[in-house]
């Protein structure tokens, strides 16, 4: 990179030892992508292909899921947005420019993936919770992601065009106010940053004063409730004796324990606690598997194997749930010259574990068998519903959103803040609102494309090309032995599946 602003050359070898360097390093990086430049979006329309992106990135899911896959994205632009990574990607990846600051990304970051959980010492923190696509990359592209969700939320919500401006406005402002405060603190103090429920009422009360905090608590109040022993209420029942999941296909599909599957899913479970630290290893040893379910989760993982695991200690009620889910090749990973993990599992947990400031303490990650094409699929291990809760999109007036969006903006920047150089992110911000501007006026754009291409991908149901299903019209597939063959798109109008 030429450094056209008269500052002394950065010495990449005391990049990260130097205040000085670290802060030319990311201005610098301004003659790459200016920050005016990340406003711009243009089409490359000859090698677009986002439904062919979409389809091929599924040619290995569960086929009997897919149509329910494209049942959930079909709802809205922003849920055909969620299930789509893989085109926002190959956007990104394309012809644009991308600057040298490096950040461990979420990869996925909308705004349905930042959310309230239990932290460790049991507490309510906020944070990112979604690391499916988690990959080294330019600390931008999460931003542009971030800032388009909210953008196409404001949209589905009917907001004014002032009020969306000023929501997707804030999503850039509070990250980079963040990053700069970041920037100021000691290396250590910034893993110490936690947005716990004592640092979420002291931001919400400056920002909405009183009656926000009182919405807030209410929020926690919820999280709290939603610990495991809700979702054992709600997903397993008590059969002669003995808990276990309750079978309601195709949502949540009892394994048959007399099959390849749950053979193969025990095996698992002794080999993930090989991955964990010794302290949790002990508190597992005194649980025991004593039933496996298939779970259909989110909307762009429909069609992963997901599974959940009922554990039960020394009485009926000491019970925990834990959930095994199929982590694949990030969507980030062709565009981007980075050797991480070559256990995808692993590269999930590894990412989880940089950007989160408090993290699940049993988090690990497996091998599955081979199928019978020889394919081992590859898994993460975390606790399944420990008080995570975030609030119904629907349910949402313009203050609410635009809490979230300062929030999460700043959630955003902490993650990064943890990989990355948090002082040459800042210097390449600057002080200004050039940065958040330009992301605004992205944001707009790109959900004009998201927009187009959720238009095309209803027009290829309506004429047959794709099939979309809800979970009533879809076949449940044997889960004794997986067979792991590829779907088939069939005939499905639009008209009489929604």
């Given at each position: 990179m030429n450094d056209t602003t008269g500052e002394t050359p950065v010495n990449q070898d005391t990049l990260f030892l130097d205040q000085e360097a670290c802060a030319a390093f990311g201005r610098a990086n301004r003659d790459t992508l200016s920050r005016k430049d990340l406003s711009v979006w243009k089409t490359h329309k000859l090698t677009r292909d986002p439904i062919g992106w979409l389809l091929a990135q599924e040619r290995y899911r569960i086929g009997e899921f897919v149509p329910l896959r494209h049942h959930r994205m079909a709802q809205s632009p922003l849920s055909f947005y969620r299930g789509s990574a893989i085109i926002m990607a190959n956007d990104l990846a394309g012809e644009r420019p991308r600057t040298d600051l490096i950040v461990q990304l979420c990869g996925d970051a909308h705004l349905a993936n930042f959310g309230l959980f239990a932290a460790p010492n049991r507490s309510v923190v906020f944070d990112i919770n979604d690391f499916d696509e988690t990959y080294k990359g330019p600390f931008e592209w999460d931003v542009y992601r971030l800032v388009t969700s909210f953008e196409l939320a404001c949209r589905e919500l009917e907001f004014s065009t002032s009020i969306t401006s000023k929501i997707t406005l804030r999503v850039g402002q509070s990250y980079r106010e963040k990053m700069h405060q970041l920037s100021q603190l000691n290396e250590i103090d910034i893993w110490y940053e936690c947005a716990d429920e004592r640092a979420l009422e002291t931001e919400v009360n400056a920002l909405r004063g009183q009656k926000g905090v009182q919405r807030l608590k209410g929020h926690l109040e919820k999280a709290h409730s939603r610990e495991h022993r809700s979702a054992i209420e709600k997903l397993t029942e008590v059969v002669d004796g003995q808990r276990q999941f309750v079978h309601n296909p195709p949502l949540l599909i009892r394994v048959s324990s007399d099959g390849h599957i749950y053979d193969s899913t025990h095996r698992q479970y002794e080999e993930y606690q090989e991955t964990l630290a010794g302290s949790s290893r002990e508190v597992l040893q005194r649980y025991r598997v004593v039933d496996v379910a298939h779970k259909i989760v989110g909307v762009g993982s429909v069609g992963m194997a997901a599974y959940v695991y009922l554990l039960q200690g020394r009485h009926i009620d000491d019970v925990l749930l834990f959930q095994t889910k199929e982590a694949t090749e990030s969507v980030l990973a062709p565009?981007?010259?980075?050797?991480?993990?070559?256990?995808?599992?692993?590269?999930?947990?590894?990412?989880?574990?940089?950007?989160?400031?408090?993290?699940?303490?049993?988090?690990?990650?497996?091998?599955?068998?081979?199928?019978?094409?020889?394919?081992?699929?590859?898994?993460?291990?975390?606790?399944?519903?420990?008080?995570?809760?975030?609030?119904?999109?629907?349910?949402?007036?313009?203050?609410a959103l635009f809490t979230i969006a300062h929030l999460e903006g700043q959630a955003l920047a902490r993650a990064h803040a943890r990989s990355g150089n948090s002082i040459a992110i800042s210097g390449y911000l600057g002080k200004s609102t050039r940065f958040e501007r330009s992301m605004q006026a992205f944001g707009n754009l790109y959900a004009g494309q998201v927009e187009g291409d959720y238009e095309a991908f209803m027009n290829k149901i309506d004429e047959g090309e794709i099939e979309a299903l809800d979970e009533n019209g879809i076949d449940t597939p044997d889960l004794t032995l997986r067979k792991g063959k590829k779907h088939k798109l069939k005939l499905r109008a639009r008209g009489k599946t929604f």
């Open positions: 565009f981007v010259p980075y050797e991480g993990p070559a256990h995808q599992g692993q590269r999930v947990i590894v990412g989880q574990r940089l950007i989160q400031a408090a993290s699940d303490l049993f988090l690990g990650w497996v091998t599955g068998v081979p199928d019978s094409k020889g394919v081992s699929r590859h898994f993460y291990v975390r606790q399944l519903r420990d008080m995570k809760w975030a609030p119904d999109l629907a349910t949402l007036d313009a203050k």
